[in-house]
């Protein structure tokens, strides 16, 4: 039988050993997940579009939202145009005016005189915070973008448009009003749910459209295929979780995802235009990563 100092000694020698053992398992885990890590970051580049400016932080389709959204360093931009009773386009999302302005009534019955009197503050989601940013025109937000040069911008037609004028005469009026700012044509991406709505831009003379999609399947309809789009819009939801991005086709947008993990997870499988409400912080996220794959890249080198 073994001296109490001897079973002693060997129980130490069997722990240390088993620290160790458990040491090297959790680096090797450690490795792995690094290398995972880093493969992702740099096989995955994307781009991210700031849907409606940055409305997490600042109200929807406004001036200042633009304004701040590429001042944390977005290139492309999102935005949404209807029109006023008297055909003035301006930059809007909803048919009511409710959650945007406080106040009832939709945006289509009222004149441009009495939309120039409403804020857009989000009164819901900001308080009283920017109950002093005015409803946005087009043509303003369009003098801005002139000053933008480097920046892209993806301008819904929504189809509400339609009651106030014809289609065909509906896409005249946004065009007409883009060609007032002769230099900012070559700036914008006409989207819309309407594939009729397209059609018609294209037929005025328009060259980059992107249909917003409402079924996985419609990649392949015949009138999407006719209309030769340059993206395609589709909200995350509606892709079969084993779809890969079919790469016969023009770049996918998908909207609206959240958190850069997920905008990694759907990089990886060919996703790489992400439309976010949070532009500012998935840029921020997407640069403080960049040590990260400097660090590893340099670490699997050594």
Request: hydrophobic share 40%.
């Amino acid at each position: 039988m073994p001296s109490p100092c001897f079973a002693g000694v060997l129980r130490l020698r069997l722990l240390l050993a088993l620290i160790q053992y458990l040491n090297g398992k959790l680096v090797g885990l450690w490795l792995h997940s690094a290398d995972c890590t880093l493969k992702e970051m740099q096989m995955s580049p994307f781009e991210l579009i700031g849907h409606r400016g940055y409305p997490d932080c600042y109200p929807e389709n406004t001036l200042l939202g633009f304004i701040q959204a590429v001042a944390a360093g977005a290139c492309y931009l999102e935005a949404d145009v209807q029109l006023s009773a008297d055909g003035i386009p301006y930059v809007f999302h909803d048919r009511d005016l409710n959650r945007l302005c406080g106040v009832d009534g939709r945006i289509n019955c009222l004149s441009s005189t009495e939309l120039d009197r409403l804020y857009a503050w989000a009164p819901e989601q900001f308080g009283s915070r920017f109950s002093d940013q005015p409803l946005l025109r087009l043509d303003r937000l369009l003098q801005w973008l002139e000053t933008e040069p480097q920046v892209t911008l993806f301008l819904e037609l929504k189809r509400s448009m339609t009651q106030v004028l014809s289609p065909q005469q509906a896409v005249a009026r946004v065009i007409e009003e883009i060609d007032r700012c002769s230099s900012v044509r070559r700036q914008l991406v006409l989207i819309s749910f309407s594939i009729k709505l397209l059609q018609m831009a294209r037929e005025q003379g328009w060259d980059r459209l992107a249909p917003v999609l409402t079924r996985w399947y419609q990649l392949r309809h015949l009138s999407v295929r006719r209309l030769q789009p340059d993206w395609l819009f589709i909200n995350h939801r509606r892709i079969p979780d084993n779809a890969l991005f079919p790469e016969d086709l023009p770049p996918v947008v998908i909207y609206k995802i959240t958190g850069l993990d997920a905008v990694y997870r759907w990089a990886e499988r060919g996703f790489c235009w992400i439309e976010t409400d949070d532009i500012g912080g998935m840029l921020t996220a997407r640069q403080s990563r960049q040590p990260l794959v400097e660090a590893l890249t340099t670490a699997r080198s050594i």
